[in-house]
């Protein structure tokens, strides 16, 4: 099959002065952050491992309090005392939490409540990439679908439906990151429940965003978190494998995060040792692009486009050097 060029492709819209260039919604500022300061109250799920773990090390190393949850209760515990030891054990509370459950997220937001009366930063993080080994497809796999399901998406909306309520009738500044991926955005194939469960964060944190900016009074706000590459449990960092050079650590993926939580992004999307952000950005811009020219579904990977898309990551990084 053949394809002229100029039905297909466009040239990158991420060259200097484009009207697409991503900017920065507000500038930093100095003193602490109102959100991210000693005393204020971190809430994260999926805090026994990777990004979560990591995550609770940086806000402890702030001196937040922090409520830690997951469903896995050994190493939650282990999270907790570490993170006992920086900012002691009064600021930590061990919540054992299965997120799809929603009357155990009701317990875990009443406990947070009860002990410090506010949440400063909602990380909703849990997730499953497959159950039990299985992926779920197409066609196949309909218990790996459930259960992705269950933690990312209704897990996802469990706490933020318990917990968003009050958080919005606090008199300080809070936020709501809820934790996606760039496989819920561009879609590669291999994984297609855990794809449209991410495909659904996004759709919901946009919605929560939204509806938050117009609700009068309320000094909450959402983003959504996309991490890069990162060297977890879900990536395969298991036992003593070591991390390929092209990932980042949970740490250097969640450092990235404050910093854009800091000058209040809503799209966090992290680059990674392999990934640059403007590969990302024209990554992104292809897919919506399949839709937009009427392309293939997927286009990256159809073997009458792939060379194109390959030209078209060329032709546009080729413009920004």
Known sequence: MSHSRSSIRRPSPLRPNSSFAFENPQEP??????LLHSGR???????????????????????????????????????GEEISKIVGEENV???????????????????????????????????????????????????????????????????????????????????????????GITNPPGNAAYNASKAAIKSLTEGLAHELRNTPNAKVTAHLFIPGWTWT???????????????????ETVLYMLDQLRIGKFYIICPDNETRKQVDQLRILWAAGDVV?????????????????????????????
């Open 29 to 34: 500022s100095d003193g602490p952050h109102p």
């Open 41 to 79: 109250v971190v809430v994260i799920t999926g805090a026994a491992s990777g990004i979560g773990r990591a995550a609770a090390h940086e806000f402890a190393g702030i001196g937040m309090r922090l409520a830690l949850a997951d469903v896995n209760e050994a190493p939650l515990k282990a999270v």
């Open 93 to 183: 509370l061990v919540v054992p939490t299965d997120v799809s459950k929603l009357e155990e997220v009701v317990q875990l937001r009443d406990k947070v409540y009860e002990a410090w009366g506010e949440v400063s930063v909602l990380m909703n993080n849990a997730a499953i990439a497959q159950l039990n080994g299985t992926t779920g497809t197409s066609w196949n796999g309909l218990d790996a679908w459930k259960q992705v399901f269950d933690v990312n998406l209704f897990g996802v909306l469990n706490v933020q439906h318990t917990f968003t309520p009050s958080m919005i009738h606090q008199e300080n500044p809070a936020a709501i990151i809820n934790t996606g991926s760039k496989q």
């Open 233 to 251: 449990g879900l990536a395969g960092a298991k036992g003593n494998a070591e991390k390929p050079a092209g990932a980042w650590t949970a740490q």
């Open 293 to 321: 020219e009427g392309r293939p579904a997927l286009s990256r990977w159809h073997k009458d486009y792939k060379a194109l898309f390959e030209e078209y990551i060329r032709d546009g990084l080729a413009q920004l050097d």
